[in-house]
């Protein structure tokens, strides 16, 4: 199963690459790719992703679609 998402287009306009969003969200750059590719992840994981890309929990829509 896949979900669309904008984690790449939202870390690439922050100038961050994907090892540097995987350290600062605490998982894995392979986790990183795989989500950045459709792959679906845990809440947890998610959360962990907006966080350090700066954002609110209550603006995981402009992120992960539904």
């Not at 790449?8 to 350290?23: C, G, P, T, V």
């Not at 950045?36 to 809440?43: A, F, S, V, Y």
Request: proline fraction near 2%.
């Amino acid at each position: 199963m896949e979900q669309t998402n904008n984690v790449k287009k939202i870390r690439e306009s922050k100038m961050l690459s994907k090892a540097e969003l995987a350290r600062m969200a605490g998982i894995s750059p392979l986790t990183i790719d795989r989500i950045e590719r459709g792959k679906i992840c845990r809440l947890a994981t998610k959360r962990k992703i907006l966080l350090a890309l700066g954002l609110k929990i209550t603006q995981k829509h402009r992120v992960f679609k539904q």
